[in-house]
């Protein structure tokens, strides 16, 4: 059984940081993007970070260029959402994702993704 487990969320102040990890089992990942997103209460799941195979390609939502690192090892078959500077707006369940048909491409859309965790809740009082 192919399962994405999210950890590392949590309740945290303004200015903070977290790391929420993401560890794949039952296939291997290292071959395919991985991503993240997020939902708020009441909003649709948004587009956080994306990573391609190698770790080298990278691309961010405007909203978190600059405070967040998206990161993996392929090592572990786990990514990683490095998440500074938090601000009471990131409050949001995250979810980490992988996309292995179609194009195989750094994608903000949530279509493209066919793999999900359950999600980790990320909490940022202010």
């Known amino acids: 059984q192919v399962q994405l487990v999210e950890s590392g969320g949590g309740l945290v102040q303004a200015g903070g940081s977290l790391r929420l990890s993401c560890v794949a089992s039952?296939?291997?990942?290292?071959?395919?993007?991985r991503g993240w997103f997020r939902q708020a209460p009441g909003k649709e799941r948004e587009f956080v970070a994306t990573?391609?195979?190698?770790?080298?390609?990278?691309l961010y939502a405007d909203s978190v260029k600059g405070r967040f690192t998206i990161s993996r090892d392929n090592a572990k078959n786990t990514v990683y959402l490095q998440m500074n500077s938090l601000k009471a707006e990131d409050t949001a369940f995250y979810y980490c994702?992988?996309?292995?048909?179609?194009?195989?491409?750094?994608?903000?859309?949530?279509?493209?993704?066919?793999?999900w965790g359950q999600g980790t809740q990320v909490t940022v009082s202010s």
């Open positions: 990573i391609s195979q190698s770790g080298v390609g990278t």
């Open positions: 039952g296939r291997t990942f290292s071959n395919f993007p």
């Open positions: 994702a992988a996309q292995t048909r179609g194009v195989l491409r750094l994608s903000r859309s949530s279509l493209e993704y066919d793999y």
